[in-house]
């Protein structure tokens, strides 16, 4: 990775899910390097609205923009706020998550449809909106060598299993999947497909598995690399990812996990 601060100069990113945790590190992260960023965010607004702030703080251009990942419609009307206000779009960093827990046997068909329709509906959806103003609008080789990148947020979860959380590890090992095949069937359009697969990182979906001393302590037991990570680590990953320094990666998961994935035994975690 280098310090180039402006690697990412006229590009246009929608970060979904970026009002909190690792979305709203990533697009801090996207604006710092250069990009104009959408901040995507579902609920309350005054999250989304504290990022573009700070990003315009900092010198850079931001808006919020509400949508349900899960609704095409919703997607459909985002995608078009950010062309009309930012006239194309770059780099979509498909964020948005939710974890819905319940042991197996008593896991509701409501509690796995949510988390399937957020976590791999919703990366459908919003990857096939952003590929597809990637292949109406080309390449402009002045502003990146490729015409376009997509980075899901996936998860160690992808290729480990989660006992209580079904539901979760399934949407992500859909994500993987998902993630390869549009990897493979884009390129010819010269577009990039990548994921982030965090390990555990202190945010708000995570919140009650790091309640007391204990919890902290049973973590760190699973992360080599001893401390849980924070959002910005996730945030520098992302930016590397989107910039022209990685255009040879496609079809690939970037673990950020501190090691988390050494452990064979691993079944808890983010
Ligand atoms: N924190 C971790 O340890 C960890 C580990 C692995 C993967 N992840 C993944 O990282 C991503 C971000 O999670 P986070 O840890 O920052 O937690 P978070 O709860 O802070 O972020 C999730 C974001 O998704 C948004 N969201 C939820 N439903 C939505 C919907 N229907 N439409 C649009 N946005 C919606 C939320 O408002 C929130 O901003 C998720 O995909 C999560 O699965 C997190």
């Given at each position: 990775m280098t310090d180039n601060p402006q690697r990412l100069k006229n590009q246009v990113a929608l970060v979904t899910?970026?009002?909190?945790g690792i979305g709203a590190a990533v697009a801090l992260a996207l604006a710092a390097a250069g990009a104009a960023v959408a901040v995507n965010y579902i609920g309350h607004p005054e999250g989304a609205d504290a990022i573009v702030r700070a990003i315009e703080l900092a010198g850079g251009r931001a808006f919020a923009v509400r949508a349900d990942v899960s609704s095409e419609d919703a997607v459909h009307a985002m995608f078009a706020e950010v062309i009309e206000r930012y006239?194309?779009?770059?780099?979509?960093?498909?964020n948005s998550g939710i974890q819905q827990d319940a042991r197996f046997l008593d896991m509701t068909l409501a509690q796995w449809q949510r988390v399937l329709d957020v976590n791999l509906t919703g990366q459908f959806l919003c990857a096939q909106a952003a590929a597809r103003e990637f292949v109406r609008r080309g390449m402009q080789p002045e502003v990146s060598r490729a015409a376009g990148k997509i980075i899901c947020m996936s998860s160690v979860h992808e290729v480990i299993p989660w006992a209580g959380h079904v539901n979760y590890a399934a949407s992500k090992g859909g994500v993987m999947l998902l993630m390869k095949s549009l990897a493979q069937e884009l390129a010819p359009h010269k577009i990039r497909v990548n994921s982030i697969g965090p390990g555990?990182?202190?945010?708000?979906?995570?919140l009650t598995a790091r309640d007391t001393p204990e919890e902290v302590a049973d973590l760190l037991r699973l992360i080599p690399y001893g401390r849980v990570g924070e959002p910005e680590d996730i945030g520098k990953v992302a930016a590397w990812l989107a910039?022209?320094?990685?255009?040879?990666?496609?079809?690939?998961t970037i673990f950020a996990d501190g090691g988390m994935l050494l452990y064979p035994g691993f079944e808890s975690g983010g």
């Open positions: 899910g970026a009002s909190s006239g194309t779009v770059h780099i979509l960093v498909a555990a990182i202190a945010t708000p979906i995570n910039s022209d320094e990685a255009d040879y990666i496609t079809g690939t």
